[in-house]
């Protein structure tokens, strides 16, 4: 790339830069085998009287790019910046190759001018800015080159009068679409950044992005079309926006003590403008249209059945939707018949909770110091998120007696001697119960958390210990790691992401240590 800096009669600042890039993946993988060696001792192929395998492989990836930046600046008031790319992927078939990613940002630093500078002792900064681009995806998930058609083999054909006889043969893999193209992303950002008293900053942003012709297999091609594989299509929008802030402060307090604040916040949420589902599925309460990514469907737990809910013969009494899942028991979990169609079923499914994935994160923390004395601590969280909690023999005794986990609170169950209290578990069962293990809102937890992510103490020995002992910087100090931990749920560690537990949690950790300086 080549750059070039310049400024006009002190007042205007221009720097600008373009650049190119190539970028290249080359895989190869040559494999070959011979039997027959008269001897161990020639460990080579022609050593070999028969050519037992040979096979090859080679991929290649090729990325060009053209970019450039165009900066302004007026008076170290305003400022302008525009950049630009022009990427070519050989991921796509000739004539859709490349793309254009344009951007522009600016901002406008509002203290530096005149009018400010009475204000310069209480509010040391006010900047704000805005920027709007594109950004471009060229990855595919699952199909390097999904424009060109595969060949696969496999058994092609079977005859006979018991059908056990096949003829192997090749046959079309994936097809391929030749005008697949880039997966763009459309970005916004405004934000403003606050200085006070030379001590206080923080920073907000506003942020709306907006993905368009994601890479999607499709879901709704008729199995009349012949495809063995649905083809992948540019499809799908999703939008997402939010707001990030931060605070930081760092102040002394005369000459003995120090105090740094910090702290961050995000919130973010998406939506599905355009999924590939029928218009007849996004009448209904499973459609992904119009929900976020990463949402659970499942039923909505209303209860759990008890005696009174049967009649002698073991049926549900009249008024009571028919589950279909398996023959319900007392004890076992009751769902809503959300379709009313009185029966309740995987039809019934419909979103449920928060998303698998924070909506909130966010973290705060603070450091001392006082004369020889330092002390800091930072805590981490998210909030609004959800957890399915599920697991093949999840419900304790569900594995026959012998396998899965019996956790701490198995008795927190449904009895029969005590039908009505609020519990944990439903009927306990050494079968699996397929009623009791759908996705519902009796599984789904939430996954919030507070968590003291580290803190630590420490203390500097004074000067004249230190130059005695002919040393500097000598300190011993505390240390401590994922201390404590605050959540709403807590059978296991929810910052794992496990739907069962079955992970190993985060450690705490505990350590004393010296450090020193000769």
Known sequence: ??????????????????????????????????????SDKIPTLNGGSVYSDATSTKQEDVNIGYFGRLNYDYLKRYMLTATFREDG??????????????????????????????????????KIRGSYGLVGNDQLSGRRFAFLSTITSGTGYVYGTSGNQTINGRFEGDFGIEDLSWETVKKTDIGIEIGLWDCINIQADYFHEKREDIFMQRKTIPETAGFNKNPWANFG??????????????????????????????????KILEYDESEAMKQTTRARTGNPLNTYYGLKAVGLFQEEDFKADGTLVDGIPNHT?????????????????????????????RPSVPEIVYGFGFSARWKSFDFSAFFQGSTNVSNMIQGDMLIPGSGGGGLGNIYANC??????NDPYRQVFW???????????????????????????????????????????????????????????????????????????????PLMKVYSFGFQVTF
């Open 89 to 126: 992927s050989s991921r796509f078939a000739s004539g859709n190759r490349w793309g254009f990613f344009p951007s522009v940002a600016g901002g406008w630093l509002v203290t530096n001018e005149k009018f400010m500078e009475s204000t310069a002792s209480v509010l040391s900064k006010l």
């Open 325 to 353: 899942f398996e023959q319900v028991k007392p004890g076992d979990i009751r769902y809503e018949d959300t379709n009313h169609d009185g029966k309740v079923d995987t039809y019934d499914y419909q979103p449920i909770g």
């Open 426 to 504: 439903p009927r306990l069962s050494t079968n699996k119960s397929s009623n009791n293990m759908q996705y519902s809102t009796w599984w789904l937890k939430d996954a919030s958390y507070l968590r003291l992510k580290n803190v630590e103490v420490g203390y500097t020995f004074p000067k004249k210990w230190q130059k005695a002992a002919m040393m500097r910087d000598a300190r011993i100090f505390f240390r401590g790691s994922n201390l404590l931990t605050w959540a709403a749920f807590d059978m296991w560690d929810p910052e794992i992401g496990s739907s069962d537990g079955m992970k190993y």
């Open 237 to 270: 929008i999703v939008k997402n926006q939010g707001f990030d802030a931060s605070l930081e402060m760092n102040k002394s307090f005369g000459k003995d003590f120090f105090l740094s604040l910090r702290g961050n916040f995000t919130f973010s949420r998406n």
């Open 411 to 416: 008795d927190d169950r449904w009895d029969p």
């Open 1 to 38: 790339y080549t750059s070039y800096t310049r400024t006009f009669a002190d007042k205007h600042s221009i720097s600008a830069m373009v650049g190119y890039s190539y970028q290249q993946y080359l895989y190869k993988y040559v494999y070959a085998a011979t039997t027959g060696h008269s």
